[in-house]
C-alpha cells in the first residue's frame, strides 16, 4: 500500500473541490495513484468533472504568432515564473514562434533544428540560454493552424507581453466574409476556447479513450441506483453523450450568452454577412497541461535533514 501524504490528499483536494477525508479515502482506494482517485470521487458523486486549471504545473510560455492566413503556437518550459519575465526568455520563445512560422515546423524536434537568426539552431541557442539565465528550459511542443481562404486569429489569455502569456489560442475560420466580419468573430471564440477549454471540435472528435473512462465512471454511477439493466444502459449512453456535448467546442454554450451553441453562433455571422463561414480548427496551449511538477513534504524534508 503506498504512503497517503498531506501533500497528495492537499493536491486531490484542490483537483477535485471534494473533502479531505473523501479524498484521503479515495487515495487509499487508488493506492495512491491521483488520477485513479479521481475517477473514484466522480463515480461516488463527490467531485465535479475536471478541474483543469488545477493541473497547470509547469513554469515557462506559450507564444503565439500569425502570418496571412496561417498561425502558429509553441511552448517553451521553464523551472520558475521567475524565468517567463526575463527579456531573454520572451525574446526567444517570440523569436521561435516566428521561426515556427516562417519554416512550417510541425513539430518540436524539428524546431529544434531549424536556424536561429543569432547564430546556430534553435537547440543551440536554448542551451546557451540555460547556460546565461542558470536554469532548466525545454521546447515542449508546437502547433499549426492554416486556412486556403479568411483568418486565423491568435489570442492570448493574461499576455505577459504581446504575444506571450500562460494560455494561448488560435481560431481558423475558413470563408469568404471580410476580415472586420472574422477577426472579431475569431477574438470572441478565441476567448471562448480559452475560458471553456474544449476538448476537441465536435463530439467525434473528442479522444475515445476519454468516451471509455467517462463510460466507466457512468456505469459505476448508474449500477449503484439499482434500475434495470436497459435503463442503466440509457442512463450511462446519456451521460456520455452529454459529456461529449459539453467538451466539443461547436456544441458548447457560447460564454459570451451561455444559451448558443457555437456553432449556431458562427452560422448567425454567415447569415448576417451573407457569406460563407467554417470554424476550421483551433489550437488551445495552457502552459504546462498535463505536466504534473514534483510536490515535496516540506515538513517531512525538515526533518530528514535533522535527522529525525
Known amino acids: 500500500m503506498a504512503e497517503i501524504t498531506a501533500a497528495a490528499v492537499k493536491e486531490l483536494r484542490d483537483r477535485s473541490g471534494a473533502g479531505m477525508m473523501d479524498c484521503k479515502k479515495a487515495l487509499t482506494e487508488a493506492n495512491g495513484d491521483i488520477e485513479a482517485a479521481t475517477d473514484w470521487l466522480r463515480a461516488k458523486g463527490l467531485a465535479a468533472a475536471q478541474k483543469k486549471s488545477s493541473r497547470t504545473a509547469a513554469e515557462g510560455l506559450v507564444g503565439v504568432a500569425v502570418a496571412g492566413t496561417k498561425g502558429v503556437a509553441v511552448e517553451v518550459n521553464s523551472e520558475t515564473d521567475f524565468v517567463a519575465k526575463n ?3 520572451q525574446d526567444f520563445v517570440r523569436t521561435v514562434a516566428g521561426i515556427a512560422l516562417s519554416s512550417g515546423a510541425t513539430d518540436a524536434e524539428v524546431l529544434a533544428s531549424e536556424a536561429y ?3 546556430g539552431t534553435v537547440a543551440e541557442k536554448l542551451v546557451a540560454n540555460i547556460a546565461t539565465i ?3 528550459q525545454t521546447l515542449r511542443r508546437i502547433a499549426q493552424v492554416e486556412v486556403s481562404q479568411g483568418v486565423v486569429v491568435p489570442y492570448v489569455h493574461n499576455a505577459a507581453a504581446p504575444g506571450l502569456g500562460k494560455i494561448g489560442v488560435l481560431v481558423a475560420l475558413e470563408g ?3 476580415a472586420d466580419v472574422l477577426e472579431p468573430l475569431g ?3 478565441a476567448m471562448h476556447i480559452a475560458a471553456a477549454f474544449p476538448l476537441a471540435l465536435a463530439a ?3 479522444d475515445p479513450a476519454l468516451l471509455e473512462r467517462e463510460r466507466a465512471i457512468a456505469a459505476e454511477k448508474a449500477a449503484e441506483s439499482g434500475k434495470p439493466a436497459e435503463i442503466v444502459a440509457k442512463m450511462v449512453d446519456g451521460s456520455v453523450a452529454k459529456f461529449a456535448k459539453e467538451n466539443a467546442l461547436l456544441s458548447q454554450l457560447f460564454v459570451m450568452d451561455n444559451k448558443t451553441p457555437v456553432a449556431d453562433v458562427v452560422a448567425k455571422a454567415a447569415k448576417d454577412a451573407s ?3 467554417t470554424l476550421k480548427s483551433y489550437v488551445r496551449f495552457q502552459l504546462g497541461e498535463g ?6 513534504d516540506f515538513a517531512a524534508e525538515v526533518a530528514a535533514a535533522a535527522g529525525v
Open 204 to 206: 467525434g472528435d473528442i
Open 275 to 277: 457569406a460563407s463561414i
Open 134 to 136: 542558470g536554469e532548466n
Open 176 to 178: 469568404d466574409a471580410p
Open 87 to 89: 527579456d531573454q526568455f
Open 291 to 296: 505536466i504534473e511538477k514534483e510536490v515535496s
Open 187 to 189: 477574438k470572441q471564440i
Open 117 to 119: 537568426p543569432s547564430g
